[in-house]
């Protein structure tokens, strides 16, 4: 027959296990976020409408860390950067590469010249952006030749007239970069991906 102090015991040891059981658990759901956060995706939130149409205020989603750091960053890829010195502050920026080291980049007449030629962006041509040209606005103002050095990138939001980027804060560095490609997760009517717009 078991004593009443041989099951408070048991209970005892019991309660002992699981907490220990939790506290494994949790410990190694912590290193599963930890290395996925910081080796494959990282949460993101868009803050403002520096890439209106093609990011919304608010939304949320997973920028890709990984495919950033074993491939080359291309023109037109949707990139999350962080300078910690005085460009951001230290905020998160999301916005599209537009210049690549070497470049010489340049705007005129609504135009953006890259290397001389006018390249084209796909991506602008929406309904926003066009009604605002059917204004007689330029959606993209003028700006005098950017020639970037061997480290060195050009970005620009998609909503040219209202994003803050390269053409006030000058190039950004390769060790700038903290992601690319954007998932959409929320809200969940508009789940999609946004990466690179070229055609």
């Not at 102090?5 to 494994?24: A, C, P």
């Not at 410990?27 to 930890?34: E, G």
């Not at 949460?43 to 093609?54: A, E, N, R």
């Not at 007449?109 to 007689?136: F, M, Q, T």
Request: glycine content about 6%; some cysteine; charged content about 30%.
């Amino acid at each position: 027959m078991i004593s009443l102090e041989e099951n408070q015991k048991k209970d005892k040891n019991s309660i002992g296990y699981m907490l220990l059981d939790f506290l494994k658990t949790f410990v190694l759901c912590a290193i599963i976020v930890y290395l996925f956060t910081t080796f494959v995706m990282r949460p993101v939130q868009v803050d403002g409408l520096s890439m209106y149409p093609t990011l919304h205020d608010d939304e949320i989603g997973l920028m890709n860390i990984i495919d950033m750091k074993i491939h080359d960053i291309q023109r037109y890829d949707v990139v999350v950067v962080v300078n910690d010195a005085e460009i951001t502050n230290g905020e998160a920026w999301v916005k599209r590469v537009i210049g690549l080291p070497g470049d010489t980049i340049y705007a005129k007449d609504d135009v953006v010249y890259v290397n001389g030629l006018a390249i084209e962006e796909p991506y602008l041509d929406n309904e926003y952006a066009n009604d605002i040209r059917s204004r007689g606005d330029q959606f993209t103002h003028d700006f005098d030749k950017v020639t970037l050095g061997e480290d060195e990138y050009f970005l620009m939001g998609d909503n040219r007239i209202e994003s803050h980027d390269s053409r006030a804060v000058g190039p950004f560095k390769r060790s700038d970069f903290k992601g690319k490609d954007i998932y959409i997760l929320y809200p969940f009517s508009n789940i999609r991906f946004e990466r690179n717009g070229s055609l």
